[in-house]
């Protein structure tokens, strides 16, 4: 008779994860970081690999094209329940309704933000169309506006990450993200994830820190 499989609570926490794990947030925010956090604590990401690490991510995207094409097609969403998925703000709400999600809205200090796209953008050659204080003006619009409206998502349960606060107490927010997607999770493998060498564009308050 075959043995049966222990009753651990990591791997119950894992069975009951009947929802989707969402890292979400701005360009340029420490998505890739919280990905690889959940990744090494235990949740699969959605990823299909075709965009590779390179040096302005060199530890990897975690990216999944078809969720560009959301709202149209949404159909891969059936095999993302108990695993995460990287969603960018601007297509957090076109997320249907049909599905249950957990969302890790990562915040990063805007001038750390608009300084780590240009330096992304200088690197492949490419112009930067709109200047830094107008695209400041275009995302806190949008991070005002979409809060209120995540308020309305029944669906949804969201927790705000500041990305300077992870890199600066990794283990600290890997219980706080442990306790919201309800536990089970390997803590110290998730802390351990956090590379701090990755934070190239600091803000002056946040280098104080």
């Not at 969201?158 to 600066?168: G, I, L, N, P, T």
């Not at 927010?173 to 309800?182: D, V, Y």
């Amino acid at each position: 008779m075959a043995l049966e499989r222990p009753a651990t609570a990591r791997y119950q926490a894992r069975m009951s994860r009947d929802f989707v794990t969402v890292v979400s947030g701005l360009p340029r925010s420490g998505t890739s970081m919280m990905m690889r956090m959940l990744a090494a604590g235990g949740i699969e990401p959605v990823s299909d690999g075709l965009r590779s690490a390179d040096e302005d991510n060199p530890r990897g995207y975690f990216e999944l094209e078809r969720v560009k094409k959301l709202p149209d097609d949404s159909e891969w969403l059936a095999q993302a329940v108990g695993r995460s998925v990287k969603v960018i703000s601007a297509l957090l709400e076109k997320l249907p309704a049909s599905y249950r999600y957990r969302v890790l809205f990562v915040e990063r200090e805007m001038s750390e933000v608009l300084a780590s796209q240009r330096r992304m953008l200088e690197r492949r050659g490419e112009p930067q169309r709109v200047p830094d204080e107008a695209m400041a003006a275009m995302f806190r619009k949008h991070l005002d506006a979409l809060r209120q409206r995540l308020k309305s998502r029944a669906d949804m349960q969201v927790m705000f990450m500041r990305y300077d606060e992870v890199v600066a107490d990794p283990r600290a927010a890997a219980g706080r993200i442990g306790e919201f997607l309800g536990g089970g999770l390997d803590e110290e493998a998730m802390a351990q994830a956090v590379d701090a060498s990755l934070y190239r564009q600091r803000a002056a308050s946040s280098a104080q820190r």
